[in-house]
């Protein structure tokens, strides 16, 4: 069974940075890409940013554009967001998530792909 599990979420002070990780696991193929999203409760699920395994392209979507980077370590099997100047706003849960099938990957920036697996989440706290 394909599986992510979220980690690395936390208490963190206003200007601070933070590292998320994703492990995946229980797949083999290789035309996947891992997305990271965060939900406010009461609020609509914004993606963050997505990584290719196909060509190792980055995307970056909504209000962490230019404050978030995503990487990833294939022989770990794990995703990472780090998150730099962080504010009370980014106080969310956050997820990571994987797509298959090459033209969901390569458009796994765009809110018309649906991702197929999700984690359960991580919690990030960002004081001010």
């Known amino acids: 069974d394909v599986q992510l599990v979220e980690s690395g979420g936390g208490l963190v002070q206003t200007g601070g940075s933070l590292t998320l990780s994703c492990a995946y696991s229980g797949f083999s193929r290789t035309d996947y890409a891992i997305a990271w999203f965060r939900q406010v409760p009461g609020k609509e699920r914004e993606r963050i940013s997505c990584?290719?395994?196909?060509?190792?392209?980055?995307y970056y979507t909504g209000s962490m554009e230019g404050r978030a980077t995503i990487s990833s370590d294939n022989a770990k099997n794990t995703a990472y967001l780090r998150m730099n100047t962080l504010k009370p706003d980014d106080t969310a849960v956050y997820y990571c998530a994987a797509t298959f099938g090459s033209w969901y990957v390569v458009n796994c920036w765009s809110p018309e792909v649906d991702m197929d697996y999700w984690g359960k989440g991580t919690l990030v706290t960002v004081s001010s």
């Open positions: 990584i290719s395994n196909l060509d190792g392209k980055t």
